[in-house]
């Protein structure tokens, strides 16, 4: 029976990697996360999501698996992650596993067996294909890999191609085959039966590509989306998916649904359809990229139209709620611009705007403090995406330099340098030297410090959990943007029953006036939640300060 536990949860995500490290060899850890089990507790949230943690090779940090059912060595055993996830559930808080099912990675045993012979038993298991040209020394398709150049890679030995959308050590299940499909359904029973709570589903919306494959539509950087997203089996795999697993469990499955619209989003997410609870959407976090990789102006106004677009599906389609996760870069100074002096109201500013919408909020590490984006070298990024873009953009005049600029702005790293623990020595992440830099800026943003301060990012988080929680205005209510077109501030009304919220948030680094639109200037209302102390005051010209916050119940209308 399925009981919808999440729509009023809050999701707290972690990249293992960099979350903990226990042993000292410079990795985060499962005991490490063990260690911080009241430290996620005292958050207020009510499940986690773990990145990969299963057997893996590292080309792309744990997205690429080579055992399903196995933990990968520098993360622990199976008794680790079976006191993590006691030690969980014993906190009552659910556990959400990563479900990494559009590729494996080429050493896992299905791969290494695939690419032995076409007529071995699992030739079928991915996708391969002749070259084109007099030699077959041409990809068969266009289509490019997201990490930059072909999805396709020419294996010698059979003298075929296979399909990778992410790496080459990545290449593409072949989900037609309906051997892969079930195993894909036993891997999530094996964990659920485990008591595994649900699953994000990374880049689901890709596992299903138009028969034939044929040649994508060139966009300036990418190629062969429209041939693979949503594509046109995906819902009858989902479907069977949730089925022959999902369904069967009090579970929760979000999917990592790049290249999703609103005009499809109904079909993927709505109650009535029996397929994923959720997807994340991108769409709110490329109105400053190009391609989701060329930096650009902030737009507020763009930014809420967005946000409104998603918030108007209905009740029965649930949405996220996020700015952040491990392939983003930090939302503090990309959605604030310039937040100098007011480092706190900006954080909490952010996290009030997004987690008062109806959806289910996901709250990535660190961001509960205030971590930012940090400088690299180009010996520092650690991330597959960067060392292969900027092997192919060295052959571009100025290439390097663009890339970098992107990078600087764009790069997965900024999300994944180390969690800042303290102001000690590495910053309290490990005690050997961490995997991947830390952000210098860590002797004045750690959680020893903000838990320290009166003005703790961390602890207005908790208080807003503990003020969504139960809050049927929150969860369910109706959403209205009082203000679309104000480019400062971000404003809207929460209504279910009698219960009527309004929340109001200064997106800017200075004072804002602000005249409350007619229909609630005359209307006496409460106070129930600031990041300013002292509240603020509610009145027809309203004059917000720096990234104020405020939620007001109204009381009555006049
Ligand atoms: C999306 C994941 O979030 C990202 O980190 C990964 O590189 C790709 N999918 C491929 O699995």
Redesign the pocket.
């Known amino acids: 029976m399925k009981t919808r536990w999440y729509k009023d949860a809050v999701v707290y995500q972690i990249y293992p990697r960099s979350f903990c490290d226990s042993n000292g060899d410079g990795i985060g850890d499962l005991r490490g996360i063990i260690s911080k089990l009241d430290y996620i507790k005292g958050l207020g949230v009510d499940a986690v999501w773990l990145s990969p943690i299963y057997k893996s090779p590292n080309d792309?940090n744990g997205?690429d698996i080579s055992d399903y059912r196995d933990i990968m060595d520098e993360f622990g055993t199976m008794s680790d992650f079976k006191e993590l996830f006691d030690g969980l559930h014993s906190r009552g808080i659910k556990l959400i596993m990563d479900l990494?099912a559009?590729?494996t990675s080429d050493e896992h045993y299905w791969f290494s067996e695939s690419r032995k012979s076409v007529d071995n038993p699992y030739r079928d298991y991915y996708i391969w294909r002749k070259g084109r040209g007099k030699d077959g020394r041409k990809p068969p398709n266009n289509w490019t890999s997201?990490f930059g150049g072909s999805a396709w890679k020419y294996d010698e030995t059979t003298k075929e191609w296979y399909l990778h959308l992410?790496s080459r050590k990545?290449p593409d299940l072949n989900w037609e085959n309906p051997k892969v499909r079930k195993e894909i359904a036993d891997i999530c029973n094996f964990w659920m039966d485990m008591g595994v709570d649900g699953f994000r589903c990374?880049?689901i919306t890709y596992i299903s590509k138009k028969s034939g494959l044929p040649d994508g539509k060139f966009n300036l950087i990418f190629c062969g989306e429209e041939q693979y997203v949503v594509g046109p089996r995906y819902h009858e795999y989902i479907k069977e998916l949730n089925a022959e697993s999902w369904s069967k469990y009090d579970s929760f499955t979000v999917g990592?649904a790049a290249g999703i619209t609103l005009s499809n989003a109904y079909d993927c997410i709505d109650e009535s359809v029996a397929e994923l609870d959720t997807v994340f959407s991108f769409e709110h976090l490329c109105v400053d990229m190009y391609f989701m990789v060329i930096p650009h102006r902030f737009s507020l106004t763009k930014f809420k139209k967005v946000l409104d677009s998603w918030q108007a599906l209905p009740n029965t389609c649930q949405n996220t709620l996020f700015l952040e996760?491990?392939?983003q870069p930090r939302s503090l100074g990309r959605f604030t611009g310039n937040y100098s002096g007011h480092r706190y109201e900006a954080a909490t500013a952010l996290a009030v705007a997004m987690q008062l919408q109806r959806g289910t909020p996901f709250v990535y590490q660190g961001q509960e403090i205030g971590m930012t984006n940090c400088r690299f070298t180009d010996d520092e990024y650690q991330d597959i995406m960067f060392r292969q873009i900027m092997n192919i953009v060295k052959y571009i005049p100025f290439g390097k330099s663009i890339a970098r600029y992107c990078f600087s702005r764009r790069a997965?790293d900024h999300a994944r340098t180390p969690m800042q623990w303290n102001a000690r020595e590495n910053a309290g992440f490990s005690s050997a030297k961490p995997w991947m830099k830390v952000n210098p800026n860590y002797k004045f943003i750690n959680v020893d410090k903000d838990l320290a301060e009166e003005k703790s990012i961390y602890k207005f988080y908790a208080k807003l959990h503990a003020y969504r929680k139960g809050n049927e205005a929150i969860i369910d209510g109706d959403y209205k943007d009082i203000c679309p077109n104000n480019r400062n501030i971000f404003a809207y009304e929460r209504k279910c029953g009698g219960k009527r919220l309004l929340v109001i948030v200064n997106f800017k680094n200075k004072a804002v006036k602000f005249n409350l639109p007619e229909e609630y200037a005359n209307s006496k209302a409460e106070l129930e939640l600031s990041n300013y102390r002292g509240g603020g005051i509610f009145m027809p010209n309203m004059r917000l300060r720096p990234y104020e916050a405020a939620v007001y119940s109204l009381k009555s209308q006049g």
Do not use: G
Request: proline share 0%; net charge negative; hydrophobic share 20%.
């Open positions: 792309d997205y990494v559009n590729h997201s992410f990545q990374d880049v990592e996760n491990h392939d997965r």
